[in-house]
């Protein structure tokens, strides 16, 4: 009879013993599995959050500069646009290029990223210009042209109240080596091209 019961008792502690463990380990599972999933939802939302708000805040390149525009200013035929974000923070880019594959001729359009610093970036421009050898490059404002305007290395730089945008133009050669006191017909072209963005931002 003693020997029963201490069987009986030995069988349940067993079973209880064994319950135990195994919602032990279930309750284990469980918290680890929980605790990965905000951690990997935490490193991956700022990730996922910053694209989505950089991208919805951007104005599409394409959009400011048709292609029948770019082909207007430059006098020929060119290719659908090639586009896409113009760096890892925002902004777009679309330029217009040569069906001729060895020709480097294009229309380009850059609208910058929210972030876009636009006073640092003129001052390095300038400061990129002041140390060109063994011609100094510079900046050369355009007035009436958004908040603020200037060509730059034969690139038009204009910013406006919706953000900062640039239009490069490589058409010829000699204006592309041109000195940067006098506008070139690349120059002027870009500034017929950002009188029409601007409208447009």
């Known amino acids: 009879m003693i020997l029963r019961r201490s069987c009986s008792y030995l069988s349940i502690s067993l079973i209880t013993f ?17 605790a990965a999933s905000p951690a990997a939802s935490s490193s991956a939302a700022p990730a996922g959050s910053y694209s ?16 029948a525009e770019a082909e207007a200013v430059m006098g020929e035929k060119l290719k659908d646009p090639d586009s896409g974000p113009a760096s890892t923070v925002g902004g777009s880019i679309c330029m217009y290029g040569s069906p001729d594959s060895m020709s480097a001729k294009n229309v380009t359009v850059r609208v910058e990223s929210p972030r876009f610093n636009w006073d640092k970036f003129k001052e390095d421009k300038r400061v990129e210009g002041e140390n060109m050898a063994p011609k100094k490059g510079r900046i050369r404002q355009v007035p009436g042209l958004g908040k603020d ?4 290395r034969h690139v038009l730089f204009v910013l406006t109240d919706h953000g900062a945008l640039r239009i490069s133009i490589f ?3 000699g204006d592309a080596a041109a000195g ?10 870009e500034k017929t091209l950002a009188e029409k963005a601007v409208t447009r931002m």
């Open 18 to 34: 064994a319950l135990l463990t195994l919602t032990s380990c279930s309750s284990n599972n469980k918290p680890a599995s929980s």
């Open 52 to 67: 989505s708000s950089s991208s919805s805040g951007d104005i599409d390149a394409c959009k400011l500069v048709t292609k």
């Open 149 to 152: 305007a200037y060509f730059a």
């Open 171 to 173: 058409k010829d050669a």
């Open 180 to 189: 940067e006191d006098v506008e070139t017909k690349a120059e002027a072209a």
